[in-house]
């Protein structure tokens, strides 16, 4: 995904190999290319400024290393803000002291939730959790069937709200907070420790997506919000996430389809400009194309 925002960077930094020491105009203009870098991977302008700024107040105050030579130093400090700018450290599942951890999904539609909440599951029954997931989206006509299939394949029950369901074209009906009410009902009877619940996006952010989303938080007190964004929509990324954070107030970000070759900086700025930690990525359509977010292996990754 990041691939050439990499070369990028590392074609500015190799510009400065073999500087015996850094004046203010090196500096001034490799944080010049670092800008441009971050802006053509369509990093939002926000915070593209912040980082650069950043940047060149610690390069110019940065004392002369024994141990770096300048473009390691500047390296040094490009990695450290990367990783603040992706949300600085891990950010764990905030599991439940007692009863069922519930991790409610967010996001629009197609972003990649309900793959998503297969792969969480998976991974959590890989680490010897018990989750169970709940189809709440009932908006798109074959989301339900869609989970469960998903949760055949990782090996989790689902919860969906009509046992009927079986026709692929089939349009679920109810109300998608009961169902997300009784599902984690159903978990916490059956002692899942884990309890997903999948939700329905919309094409685009509207009022009723985000109060329909809103009304089965307040109804569940999910322990995590996760909001899934599609790391190859560009600029959008960034207004949705902002849209998202004021309507449901999520607590972690999921970025999906890191797999792309868009330029996905606009993923980048996410954690950033809502102030929310990226938790996992997805990256491919298969169950087991998933990972934890380390902001830290994450900068490394871009730098390397
Ligand atoms: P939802 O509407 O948010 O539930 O989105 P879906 O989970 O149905 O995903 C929408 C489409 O994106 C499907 O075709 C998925 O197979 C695909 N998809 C989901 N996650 C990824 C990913 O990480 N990489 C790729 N390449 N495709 C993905």
Redesign the pocket.
């Known amino acids: 995904m990041f691939n050439s925002l990499s070369d990028r960077l590392a074609n500015t930094f190799k510009n400065l190999r073999g500087k015996g020491r850094l004046t203010e105009a090196d500096i001034d203009a490799t944080v010049r290319e670092i800008r441009r870098a971050l802006l053509d991977a369509d990093v939002a302008v926000p915070v593209v400024r912040e980082f650069a700024a950043h940047i060149k107040e610690r390069a110019l105050g940065a004392e002369v290393s024994e141990a770096l030579n300048p473009s390691q130093q500047i390296v040094k400090i490009v990695n450290e803000e990367l990783q603040q700018i992706l949300g600085g450290e891990t950010r764990r599942i905030n599991m439940a002291k007692s009863g069922p951890t519930i991790i409610m999904l967010a ?1 629009l ?8 909440a297969g792969k969480l599951a998976k991974w959590l029954k890989g680490k010897g959790h018990t989750p169970m997931l709940v189809a709440s989206d009932l908006q ?1 006509p074959n ?1 339900v069937n ?1 989970l469960k299939v998903i949760g055949e394949r990782a090996g989790v029950p689902v919860f969906a709200p009509h046992p009927g369901v079986t026709s692929e074209f089939e349009e679920a009906t109810g109300n998608p907070v009961q169902v997300a009410r009784d599902g984690v009902a159903e978990a916490r009877a059956k002692l899942h420790d884990v309890v997903i619940v999948d939700t329905a ?1 919309r094409l685009g952010v509207d009022a009723e997506l985000m109060a329909q989303a809103r009304d089965i938080r307040d109804a569940i007190e999910p322990n995590e919000v996760l909001f ?1 964004i599609d790391a190859m929509i560009g600029q959008d990324a960034v207004n949705t996430a902002l849209a998202f954070n004021e309507g449901v107030d999520f607590t972690g970000v999921v970025l ?5 070759d868009a330029r996905g900086g606009a993923a980048l700025s996410v954690a950033s400009v809502t102030g929310k930690p990226i938790m996992f990525a ?4 298969n169950v087991d ?1 998933f990972e934890q977010f380390h902001p830290d292996r994450m900068a490394s990754r871009i730098l390397d």
Request: charged share 25%; glycine share 24%.
């Open positions: 996001g539609q197609g972003a990649g939730k309900t793959t998503l798109r989301a869609q996006g899934v999906s389809k890191l797999d792309g997805s990256t491919g359509e194309d």
